[in-house]
């Protein structure tokens, strides 16, 4: 019951599992001051350094080339990174096509001012400048193109993309202005040197800019992989600063080399500004290098001990984090290594020391690469330009094919039946037949149990009703069988389905698997849930607990999908219980099973209310039971015949089932039994989880799940069920999959951020299976202990 409870959610569960970036944003309010004063400085410092200029106090490269770097500087007040998650101008059709137009039309008109400005054929740099404004307008282009939901991650990283793209094309433009400065007009000469200073200032500057985006995005990256915990990102703020600072102030030392003139001081100067940017940066790289390489480690291990969908998940995950440890070890280590030479030539150019002319080459070209490479790797982070694919689904349609087909009697061990198997069931009578169209018919419409909901919120048929304890066992006995009682006791009941519908048959469109041990809410949810498309329960299960105004808002976001009067298949109220278990409680377990105990001690708990202890009252109707020993007459051994009948006979008919908190349905041998017939019968099959974490929590034993553990009261009924599955490891990985949902995490879009989610839920979950496996605590206890961390 404790996993029960806790696991319940609460509304603010609908806010939803991803919380990202938590480090950079902790004080948020504190840097937008520290922007809007930033901004001040810089207009401020634009407009004094343009005055100075004006009365002849700083000479025309000095201006122009401050007055660059403050426009440069510019972009890290216009965008600040994770600065919200909606949909901005950015992410609008309208803005992305302008945009995109714009590009190709701006590189075209660089590539016409090289042509015109040009006195005889391009230099190799000129050539190497245009062909990379080329590439990264390409990859601009595609990324515009790219539909997506919207994402604060990848919005991030095309801020960066368009950071790298502006200063690619503005040293390209440089290089137009220096061919101006070679002209004999003198006007000529001052416009091309005042373009070549500003565009130099603004790139170099813009670039600043870019490193410390880029380390947001890598230090986001590890936050919600949550492998790293000892990564520094508790300060990452202020060493992000510290790292942009330093390669500013470096980037001026360059600007004012001639005002500091040529001793140790400015070298001194210059070298520890590089250390300390340097120092920074290969710290946030080797951080996020080591931490990914910890979860390649993890599951490369995990990918050797699980089977089926849990070890397609870690395969996936494993791919996609070799391929990012590839990309940030590229991206880091590149750019590390460029800019020590560059520094290092610069050294040697202030000392005498560099002379050659090809090493400036060499610099230009590998700078230029680098920034292709950075922003091609972001682009590819992010989401837009790569994702890792899982199994397409007509893969996965012939996996399960050949599951199905291919099923042998070789893989199941009859011996470790606890009884003979019955014998083949003879064909159906007319009497069978008519009762499996009868039960077919007694659909239950979603308005109706949304109102049967509310009849519980109200407490007048059940005054022990608890939302977030009473099981469905509690609500049949107390509720269900009052309900469907008819008015004269001595003349029985009927289902509560017929009652609604006064008799008439409804088929459904769904038919529900479920656990009469769950929380009765949950089952609720569940089904809700299908037809509202949701992946998981939680907050539908959250709306349900607000009362009236949850109901009413659940009820509106129904009606608004146009499924209100859709109908579903539940046994608790399709069944009718007055002709089965109204009046007992079943046998009591045979004490000769080996697991006497612990069936005695479930037999028991089915007598008495969650909530309040007591025994259930039973029905006194004098409506005949009818049970195995009348087979012909009985409800609740027709579920297969009932499936396929509605399977015939309705078109999209399919099979959800409704999984608890603590995964018992998978247990219960009836609820396999409707899993094996909708397998069988190629009826299509939905699972609904509460939640991913509570999947996680129940990883370990999901991942080796065996139906042949699977329980009933009577163990005749168990071995039927159990003889109808011919291959029980092929029904095992086929359930797998269902249950684990692997195409849907695989197969949809998701940005690069909420991808590090994933893979860092599917580390953290291989990381818990590994303590325990160390410390020796079972994955009961350790499941248990976890729910009721939930609360």
């Known amino acids: 019951m404790v996993a029960q409870s806790a696991a319940a959610p609460s509304p603010k569960a609908r806010i939803g599992p991803l919380r990202t970036g938590r480090a ?29 200029k004006a009365r002849g106090i700083l000479d025309l490269d000095l201006a122009y080339t401050l007055m660059g770097s403050f426009f440069g500087l510019g972009a890290s007040v216009i965008h600040l990174p994770n600065a919200g998650g909606g949909r901005s101008h950015l992410e609008g059709r309208g803005f992305r096509c302008c945009v995109g137009a714009a590009i190709p039309a701006v590189s075209l008109a660089i590539l016409i001012g090289q042509c015109t400005a040009a006195d005889g054929m391009p230099n190799i740099k000129e050539m190497v400048n245009y062909f990379s404004c080329l590439l990264i307008s390409l990859v601009f282009v595609v990324c515009l193109a790219k539909h997506h939901p919207p994402s604060c991650y990848v919005r991030d990283a095309m801020w960066s993309l368009a950071g790298v793209w502006t200063v690619l094309h503005m040293l390209a433009a440089l290089y137009i202005a220096m061919r101006f400065m070679k002209s004999n007009d003198p006007e000529a000469r001052e416009r091309g040197q005042k373009a070549m200073s500003f565009f130099l200032g603004a790139a170099m500057h813009l670039e600043g800019v870019i490193f410390a985006w880029n380390a947001c995005l890598m230090t986001r990256r590890v936050a919600v992989l949550e492998v790293a915990d000892h990564c520094g990102s508790r300060r990452s703020p202020e060493l992000i600063m510290l790292m942009a600072i330093s390669f500013h102030c470096k980037m001026w030392t360059e600007t004012m080399e001639k005002y500091m003139g040529n001793g140790a001081l400015k070298t001194t100067v210059y070298v520890s500004f ?13 951080v996020v290098s080591l931490a990914i390489a910890r979860g390649v480690r993890l599951l490369h291990r995990e990918s050797r001990c699980v089977r089926g969908a849990p070890r397609a998940e870690v395969i996936w995950a494993s791919k996609v984090l070799t391929c990012e440890l590839a990309s940030c070890i590229t991206i880091g280590f590149s750019t590390a290594l460029l800019w020590s030479a560059i520094s290092a030539f610069r050294l040697l150019k202030w000392t005498g020391g560099a002379k050659s002319e090809s090493l400036v080459y060499v610099m230009v070209i590998g700078h230029r690469l680098d920034l292709v490479v950075n922003g091609i790797s972001v682009a590819l982070l992010s989401g837009l330009l790569w994702q890792v694919r899982g199994p397409s689904p007509e893969e996965l ?25 019955p014998p083949p069931r003879p064909l159906p009578t007319p009497e069978w037949v008519k009762k499996v169209e009868e039960l077919a018919g007694r659909g239950v419409r979603l308005r109706s ?27 049949v006995r107390q509720a269900i069988i009052p309900l469907s009682a008819e008015s004269d006791e001595s003349s029985g009941g009927r289902a509560l389905a017929s009652v609604w519908s006064g008799d008439a048959s409804i088929l459904p469109s769904c038919m529900v698997t479920h656990n009469w041990s769950n929380v009765f809410m949950h089952l609720v949810a569940g089904v ?18 607000q009362g009236k105004a949850g109901c009413k808002q659940l009820a509106l976001s129904i009606e608004q999908k146009g499924v209100l009067d859709s109908v579903v298949w539940i046994c608790a109220f399709s069944i009718n219980q007055h002709a089965s278990i109204c009046g007992g409680f079943g046998p009591a377990p045979n004490p000769n099973l080996d697991n006497y105990d612990e069936q005695l001690e479930e037999w028991q708990s089915k007598q008495l209310d969650t909530v309040t202890g007591e025994q259930f009252p039973l029905c006194e109707c004098t409506e005949t039971k009818a049970f195995n020993d009348q087979p012909d007459r009985c409800e609740i051994n027709k579920f297969d015949d009932m499936m396929r009948y509605l399977a015939e006979n309705v078109e999209s008919f399919r099979h959800l089932v409704v999984v608890d908190a603590a995964f018992a349905v998978f247990s219960r041998a009836w609820c396999i039994a409707e899993v094996v017939e909708s397998n069988v019968s190629g009826i299509p099959q939905r699972i609904k989880i509460h939640s991913q974490k509570v999947l996680d929590l129940h990883y370990e034993s999901l991942s080796m799940i065996d139906v042949r553990k699977c329980r009933s009261s009577r163990p ?5 069920i159990l003889s109808n599955i011919p291959d029980v490891d092929a029904f095992n990985a086929q359930l797998q999959w269902a249950i684990f949902g692997t195409m849907g995490l695989l197969s949809r879009w998701v940005d690069g951020q909420e991808r590090a989610a994933m893979i860092g839920r599917i580390v953290k979950r291989t990381k818990t299976v590994s303590t325990w496996a160390s410390s020796g605590t079972s994955s009961q206890t350790a499941s248990t202990i976890s729910s009721a961390s939930l609360v």
């Open 24 to 52: 950079i944003i902790r004080r948020r309010p504190r840097f937008e001051l520290v922007r809007m004063a930033f901004g001040g400085f810089l207009l401020a410092a634009f407009v004094v350094v343009a005055i100075l």
């Open 274 to 286: 590089f250390a300390i940017f340097l120092a920074v940066w290969l710290f946030y790289v080797v």
């Open 397 to 421: 349609k012939d996996k399960k094919r050949q599951l199905l087909t291919g099923m042998t009697m070789r893989s199941f061990d009859f011996s470790s039946l606890e009884a003979d198997l």
């Open 449 to 475: 149990l949304l109102e049967f909901w509310e009849l519980l919120l109200d407490k007048e048929v059940m005054p022990s009703f608890e939302p977030m304890q009473s099981t469905t066992n509690d609500v």
């Open 528 to 545: 809700f849930a299908e037809f509202l498309n949701e992946d998981c329960y939680e907050g539908v299960a959250a709306l349900l607990l």
């Open 716 to 720: 005749e009924d168990r071995n039927m």
